[in-house]
């Protein structure tokens, strides 16, 4: 057999296997994005403004999917299409204008449709209303948190996390109580270093600085209690900076917060 029928008879093998590998890589890399279901490794959100991140996040994996696919085929095409089958030179496509505009127009496009969801979702989660449901001032210290409940500009009620003891047990995680179905303005304040106010489960975080005051607002569709930290490495207790966020029935909220004022009055805290 000669060498060139032999090469002609190896070259389709060697594009099968090239076919089998691209296609395991495709098989392990939807696996590996699928073990989190369709949230694609974000946690269920647990507010409208999370929802709305959930879906953007959702919509850019769909884009690079596409994308992918796209790059993908074509590569495919090529290897199985238009592989070496002599030493003549193939024919080519430089200076040809409507591919050129074709390259570059498509980027673009990509890079406007990604610029406009992306701001169009960002300015729904950034933005604040007039007159919020409920208000809490949250400061940020070394290494524990305060929310201070405001209503009228007065502090109605006030829960302050216990500084980390280096020498004694971890203390109870401050938590903070809020409506299910309200509009809530979380006001951030810092008293030392900077610290960065984040629950997972609302799909959002925030710094937190000393001398400015960030802002967020956010509406809790879920009850439960879900888990909260600093997400900022703040000093050496960073790690044991938590706190728990509460989301209740707008009854419990209100009798939460009558039993605060009555423990205020009284000269206590809650």
């Known amino acids: 057999m000669s060498p060139t029928r032999s090469g002609e008879r190896r070259t389709p093998v060697r594009s099968r296997r090239a076919l089998k590998s691209a296609g395991?890589?495709?098989l392990l890399a939807l696996a590996a994005t699928g073990c989190s279901g369709t949230r694609l490794g974000l946690?269920?959100?647990i507010s409208v403004q999370g929802e709305r991140m959930l879906h953007l996040w959702q919509g850019s994996w769909i884009a690079a999917f596409a994308v992918g696919a796209v790059v993908w085929g074509l590569i495919i095409w090529a290897v199985l299409f238009h592989?070496?089958?002599s030493d003549d030179l193939p024919p080519q496509v430089r200076y040809n204008m409507p591919i050129e505009i074709?390259?570059?127009a498509v980027p673009f496009v990509i890079?406007?449709?990604?610029f406009y969801f992306t701001a169009r979702d960002?300015?729904?989660v950034e933005k604040t209303t007039d007159n919020p449901a409920v208000t809490v001032d949250v400061t940020g210290f070394q290494w524990s948190w305060q929310f201070d409940y405001k209503e009228g500009g007065q502090t109605v009620a006030s829960v302050v996390g216990q500084p980390v003891n280096p020498n004694g047990p971890a203390p109870g995680k401050?938590?903070?109580t809020i409506p299910a179905g309200k509009t809530v303005r979380v006001r951030l304040h810092a008293n030392d270093v900077i610290h960065s106010f984040w629950v997972p489960a609302l799909i959002y975080k925030k710094d937190v600085m000393p001398g400015?005051?960030?802002?967020?607002?956010?509406?809790?569709?879920?009850l439960g209690t879900y888990e909260g930290r600093c997400a900022e490495l703040c000093g050496v207790d960073h790690s044991r900076m938590l706190f728990q966020l509460k989301v209740v029935t707008p009854e419990q909220y209100d009798k939460f917060i009558a039993d605060s004022k009555q423990a205020l009055a009284a000269g206590g805290g809650k």
């Not at 890079?111 to 990604?114: D, K, M, S």
């Not at 400015?212 to 879920?222: P, S, V």
Request: glycine content about 4%; charged content about 25%.
């Open 174 to 176: 401050p938590v903070m």
């Open 83 to 85: 592989r070496k089958r």
């Open 111 to 114: 890079i406007a449709v990604l």
């Open 24 to 26: 395991a890589l495709g």
């Open 212 to 222: 400015y005051t960030n802002e967020f607002e956010f509406t809790a569709t879920k």
């Open 43 to 45: 946690p269920e959100p």
């Open 102 to 104: 074709l390259y570059t």
């Open 122 to 124: 960002e300015n729904f």
